[in-house]
């Protein structure tokens, strides 16, 4: 077989494979449409939590990073404006008080769901390994379709503490997914089309939340009678997946370097490759699995101690850092009243406008991602954002000044997103499946999304004041970020583009030697001076 049929035999795409990979991203899908979901209708649900506990906002201005921004007709029986409901006749009530504590219960509504995914994804690894791949993807389902049960009767119940502990469940159920997922994909993608379908778990999360914006929208879902159709909704996805995942083989890798199943990680290679020879991966796992055999299970806290894995670990830590601590966030809380500002009729539109870009670009990295390789598009994607963040910072400094710079904060808008879609974005979903061999990857992914759900969680919480407290220099907070991680990603994140797991890890083993060479010929020069 020759070069160029060789390299169409390892592309080719099976039926098998595309629903394998289908079902699986479909737990980002879910992701996504969680983080996006709970914007929209935050009004109407914090009237409805008023109305259930007795409290009412007065002339509360809600922030909404989904970019809906509609009014709430009052529907209570003493009347109010729209927007706000007046308080009830009663002089037992302190409404100074009320307005902190709906925000109480709003903000755990809102954080809870990353608290749910850091406590679980520390599980990722045990789990994955002692049910499988797939059975795993599929038990943990249970907690999405509990998740959004709950939140879908919310209205049933007190529909406060429903829906916490629905986000709560669901946010369980996403800090498993995220994890195991990209492992899924990881294992059993070819070579050659493992960057392309890892970056469908952005393409998924961006779907989500561009599909929870639309049906976010006050005549569709958003409002006070469907808003628990709406919470609730993914639950659908979460059985669709539940039964597709029936029909997907179990990973390969874990088959035979797991379990030494070898005759079924053959039947599980034919399925997703069709009629490609399987002896060639076979023989690149049996290689794996004697590494493996030769060093003892890896545990979270060797990952740390271990100089062998240290860089690795290092780096899978900073790509998750890069993508939360980019600003993305920060762009979509402030795209509505900057399209508002620039003379918008209905910004919420324009912010959907961002989001179908931000699914645009998702899908063109797809097929950027092969091509120009995962470290250049990550570098390339980080200085994108630097200096869209700039041109944002300038533009709404001076949009007192001058009317046109609104349309610069605009143009920076969608250049922000555009380049977040292009490396920092997709890139860190999986490229730490790509750094570590079976032995550790289990481990690593489980930190790794730790740290992208702690890190998501510190976003949460913090930004709002930051914001406050910075009015628009806070994208100047963001640009010194996304430099140092510019600079990091330069000189410490490898090109994983084609290579296997091995040749991935001889990497980081030569950047070692190199640095133990250089600092043993700083020290003789050193001692030579002296």
């Not at 003379?343 to 989001?355: K, L, R, W």
């Amino acid at each position: 077989m020759d070069k160029k049929s060789k390299m169409q035999a390892e592309k080719h795409l099976t039926g098998t494979l595309v629903l394998s990979v289908f079902t699986a991203v479909l737990g980002f899908f879910q992701y996504g449409y969680s983080l996006g979901v709970i914007n929209a209708p935050q009004k109407v649900i914090e009237a409805h939590y008023g109305r259930v506990l007795g409290i009412v906002p007065l002339h509360r201005h809600a922030t909404n990073t989904s970019g809906e921004n509609g009014t709430v007709p009052s529907t209570e029986p003493w009347g109010g404006t729209e927007g706000t409901l007046a308080p009830p006749d009663d002089p037992g009530e302190d409404p100074a008080t009320s307005p902190h504590i709906l925000t109480m219960y709003w903000s755990l509504s809102v954080s809870v769901f990353a608290v749910g995914g850091m406590v679980s994804s520390f599980t990722v690894g045990w789990i994955g390994d002692r049910l499988g791949r797939v059975k795993a993807m599929l038990v943990v389902n249970v907690l999405s379709i509990a998740g959004n049960l709950l939140m879908g009767l919310a209205k049933f119940g007190p529909s406060h503490m429903l829906i916490i502990a629905g986000r709560a469940v669901t946010g369980l159920y996403c800090g498993l997914s995220s994890g195991l997922v990209p492992m899924y994909v990881s294992e059993v993608s070819p070579t050659a089309l493992r960057g392309a379908l890892g970056t469908l778990h952005q393409l998924a999360i961006v779907t989500g939340i561009l599909i929870s914006q639309v049906l976010g929208l006050d005549f569709l879902l958003g409002n006070d009678e469907m808003w628990p159709l709406l919470l609730g909704l993914s639950g659908v996805a979460a059985l669709l997946q539940f039964f597709l995942l029936l029909l997907c083989p179990e990973s390969p890798r874990y088959l035979y370097i797991k379990l030494g199943k070898v005759e079924e990680a053959k039947k599980s290679l034919k399925r997703l490759r069709g009629n490609c020879d399987p002896m060639k991966e076979i023989a690149e796992m049996e290689k794996e699995k004697q590494e493996a055999a030769s060093e003892k299970k890896v545990s979270i806290r060797q990952l740390f101690t271990s100089s062998k894995y240290r860089q690795a670990v290092i780096v899978a830590l900073m790509v998750q850092i890069s993508q939360q601590f980019s600003g993305i966030n920060a762009i979509f809380y402030y795209s509505t009243n900057i399209f508002e500002r620039a003379g918008v009729d209905q910004p919420v539109y324009a912010t959907i406008g961002v989001g179908v870009v931000n699914t645009v670009f998702t899908v063109i990295s797809v097929f950027l991602v092969e091509k120009a390789g995962r470290r250049s598009l990550f570098l390339a994607g980080l200085m994108g954002m630097l200096i869209s963040a700039v041109a944002m910072t300038v533009g709404l400094v001076l949009l007192s000044q001058f009317a046109w710079m609104s349309y610069v904060s605009m143009v920076a808008i969608f250049l922000f997103v555009i380049f977040f879609e292009v490396g920092p974005g997709p890139i860190p979903w999986f490229i730490v499946a790509e750094l570590f061999s079976q032995g550790p990857r289990p481990a690593a992914i489980a930190i790794a999304g730790f740290c992208n759900w702690a890190c998501n969680f510190i976003v949460g919480m913090c930004f709002q004041y930051i914001a406050d407290l910075c009015g628009p220099y806070v994208f100047v907070i963001f640009a010194a970020l996304l430099l140092v991680f510019f600079v990091f990603a330069y000189f410490k994140v490898p090109e994983t583009k084609g290579k296997s797991f091995e040749e991935i890890a001889a990497v980081f083993r030569r950047k070692k030697l190199r640095a133990k060479a250089m600092t043993e010929l700083a020290e003789l020069r050193g001692s030579t001076e002296a």
